[in-house]
């Protein structure tokens, strides 16, 4: 692999790091709407009480789905001797599984913004999710330093 093949494939995992969180964004988005409008809301404490399956429901799956995704993740290793091509293929895989974590993070905003509809839910989730693509960006350092790992 020539160094413009690697700095290419480098911009195409950085491309795709900065593609994955709108997406999922929109994919979480989507389906906390959707859960939203099926989900009572109301000043009184009846329709809030029908909302608890569906919380409860999410709540059990998020944290199994991420469970099974970090799993994943943590098998995902470099080695020296396999070609360049499959461990950058093998890094592209890793950094979508961690981003795909750390995405779930932004989904409590996304609930409370459903159920609440304060304009400062859909802020703070967009904040978080622009500092952890921000913070998180894949570089030629950060490959070589998983590589050597």
Known sequence: MTDADFHRAIRRIRW???LHYPLQTLLMGGAVLLAGQRAAVGP???PRLATWPVLLLLGGVVPLLGVLAYL???RLRPNIRRPA???LRIYLGRMFLRNSLLSLTALPLL???AITHQVFDLVACVGVLVALGWQLTPSAKSYQQWLLR
Do not use: G, K, M, P
Request: proline share 0%; charged share 25%.
């Open 16 to 18: 795709v790091h900065w």
């Open 44 to 46: 009184t404490l009846e």
């Open 72 to 74: 994943i993740f943590r």
């Open 85 to 87: 091509e499959e461990n």
């Open 111 to 113: 609930a409370s913004y």
